[in-house]
T-cell receptor, first 115, second 114 residues
Framework: AQSVAQPEDQVNVAEGNPLTVKCTYSVSGNPYLFWYVQYPNRGLQFLLKYITGDNLVKGSYGFEAEFNKSQTSFHLKKPSALVSDSALYFCAVRDIDTGFQKLVFGTGTRLLVSP | NAGVTQTPKFQVLKTGQSMTLQCAQDMNHEYMSWYRQDPGMGLRLIHYSVGAGITDQGEVPNGYNVSRSTTEDFPLRLLSAAPSQTSVYFC?????????????FGPGTRLTVL
């Protein structure tokens, strides 16, 4: 079965500093990985995805993610954090075993950016 | 277009009551799904549909029913609400054309069962 793990419940960073939100995955076969963000009282918004190709994936709002096959990781990064980046971040993997579009989500990491 | 819409935004039910959470999308997406979000557990799939007339169970289907009579709509029914169904419910949709398709989420329905 496909799964992802987000080892940190919360990440704290000061505005202007780089941020990293960690995600590791476990899959049988090729991984298809996604990052979503949830702002307070809002639905999930798509940030970026890795399907194949370059290990550095660029997404919305200045975010990027680095795919590392040897470490089975897909960490979300941003060079300079903004207070407005404070939100709940979810890593997800496509569950290809079941043959449809199911996403398996991690438990989420809350990012808190302080002024 | 409006994307994925959900109604209501908030709902309070008493144990044993029934209700329907509405979900609609105007992107002509084949695939639609319902998730529930609980603290510390991420999002868990309840039911999904790959097209009109076709539905199937996800990870946590007990206590919920769905139907898909049109491409646009995918309502979720709670037949007899229980406190364990207190959660935030999200509907999502995507095309069903390939592994790279992105799912788009609605704004959610916050349900409290007393």
């Amino acid at each position: 079965a496909q799964s992802v793990a987000q080892p940190e419940d919360q990440v704290n960073v000061a505005e202007g500093n780089p941020l990293t939100v960690k995600c590791t995955y476990s899959v049988s076969g090729n991984p298809y990985l996604f990052w979503y963000v949830q702002y307070p009282n809002r639905g999930l918004q798509f940030l970026l995805k890795y399907i194949t190709g370059d290990n550095l994936v660029k997404g919305s709002y200045g975010f990027e993610a680095e795919f590392n096959k040897s470490q089975t990781s897909f960490h979300l990064k941003k060079p300079s954090a903004l207070v407005s980046d404070s939100a709940l971040y979810f890593c997800a993997v496509r569950d290809i075993d079941t043959g449809f579009q199911k996403l398996v989500f991690g438990t989420g990491t809350r990012l808190l950016v302080s002024p | 277009n409006a994307g994925v819409t959900q109604t209501p935004k908030f709902q309070v039910l008493k144990t044993g009551q029934s209700m329907t959470l509405q979900c609609a999308q105007d992107m002509n997406h084949e695939y639609m799904s319902w998730y529930r979000q609980d603290p510390g557990m991420g999002l868990r799939l309840i039911h999904y549909s790959v097209g009109a007339g076709i539905t199937d169970q996800g990870e946590v289907p007990n206590g919920y029913n769905v139907s898909r009579s049109t491409t646009e709509d995918f309502p979720l029914r709670l037949l007899s609400a229980a406190p364990s169904q207190t959660s935030v419910y999200f509907c999502a949709s995507s095309t069903d054309r390939g592994i790279a398709d992105t799912q788009y989420f609605g704004p959610g329905t916050r349900l409290t069962v007393l």
